[in-house]
């Protein structure tokens, strides 16, 4: 069904790499900023989802993730965090109910080995996981107009950020405001997808899966990739400030490591947002102080280009270090980092 698909995109423009043909890169050209402000749908082949079923699902996953499993009620939609015994993130979750089942999405490269590790723990639990990364279709939707796009589909849009609504149509998933904008994604049938593509693409910009992570950037949401494994604690990542960590649950993986900085520690390194004009930014590449030249003081957590050789990223850094110097790219004299403001607050011992 998902060849399908894909096939079907090919054929609507869709320009797919050729190392990862789960990466839809553009349709003609990259999507402009312009047309992501005002509307862009974009197909989200990079991401994968697990399908958590069985009786025992949400106490199950309630003993593994950062955040309340058990309490997600049927029309919420949260964030989460995997973390290794130390604490460090394995991945991050988008977490939603879907008939019996909880699904959590994550990228698509990292789908096989979590829910393997995921399944080391189920031992006599009655709990089924299950890959519904080709059984399902993801439509990431945003700017001004996509409301409107969706309404012939979804009459009630999910009224705040991290709700969700479902009907014959597939289920609507609204996550955090980009662009001043809602943003949507749609988890649909490859069918119901072939069907509303033609529509919803005289009405939206046709964009790459970058789009939709450009935004997601803009929106302050950070995503382990391969990458940044095991290289930040949530807190690190905001994660605690976005909705993604419960600290009045039970334990986890990690867990007593999250509340000891919580509640105990002074947290010296936060994720911020900045701009970088340089040929090539990825995740995992570090980021370095002129005060302090001879050593990493960050590393750079997502990255996408914006237009030309200007990059918006998501940077992990030592507070202090983003205070009181110059930060750049790769050594102490690569590219700058023009900070820029996330679109929530950050504590006030972290600012």
């Not at 399908?4 to 320009?15: H, T």
Request: glycine share 8%; hydrophobic share 45%.
């Amino acid at each position: 069904m998902k060849n399908n698909w894909l096939q079907f995109l090919v054929a609507q423009g869709a320009q797919v790499s050729n190392d990862d043909p789960a990466e839809v890169l553009h349709f003609g050209q990259p999507a402009p900023l312009a047309a992501l402000r005002t509307g862009f749908v974009a197909p989200l082949e990079d991401l994968g989802i697990i399908a958590a079923s069985g009786a025992e699902a949400a106490g199950f996953l309630h003993n593994q993730l950062t955040n309340d499993v058990a309490q997600l009620g049927a029309n919420e939609v949260r964030l989460a965090g995997y973390c290794t015994p130390k604490g460090r993130l394995l991945a991050t979750f988008l977490m939603w109910k879907h008939d019996d089942a909880i699904l959590l999405q994550l990228p698509r490269a990292m789908q096989p080995m979590i829910q393997k590790r995921l399944q080391m723990y189920v031992m006599r639990a009655k709990v089924t996981l299950s890959d519904l990364s080709d059984s399902q279709v993801v439509l990431g939707l945003g700017g001004q107009a996509a409301g409107a796009a969706l309404s012939a589909w979804f009459p009630a849009l999910p009224a705040a950020p991290y709700t969700s609504v479902a009907n014959d149509a597939g289920t609507l998933l609204r996550v955090a405001d980009a662009f001043d904008a809602p943003r949507y994604q749609w988890v649909a049938t490859a069918a119901a997808a072939q069907d509303a593509w033609p529509v919803l693409t005289t009405q939206l910009a046709a964009a790459g899966s970058s789009a939709w992570r450009l935004s997601s950037i803009q929106a302050g949401v950070p995503q382990i990739t391969l990458p940044t494994q095991e290289q930040f604690v949530p807190q690190m990542l905001n994660l605690e400030l976005i909705g993604g960590v419960n600290f009045k649950k039970g334990c986890y993986p990690g867990q007593e490591i999250v509340a000891r900085m919580q509640y105990l520690g002074k947290l010296k390194r936060r994720m911020l947002l900045a701009s970088i004009s340089a040929s090539a930014v990825a995740p995992g590449m570090e980021v370095f102080s002129d005060a302090d030249p001879d050593q990493p003081c960050g590393m750079i957590v997502n990255a996408e280009r914006t237009e030309g050789d200007n990059f918006d990223c998501l940077v992990e850094v030592k507070i202090a270090a983003a205070t009181d110097a110059t930060l750049h790219l790769g050594a102490a004299n690569g590219a700058p980092l023009q900070f820029r403001a996330l679109p929530y607050p950050l504590p006030n011992d972290s600012e």
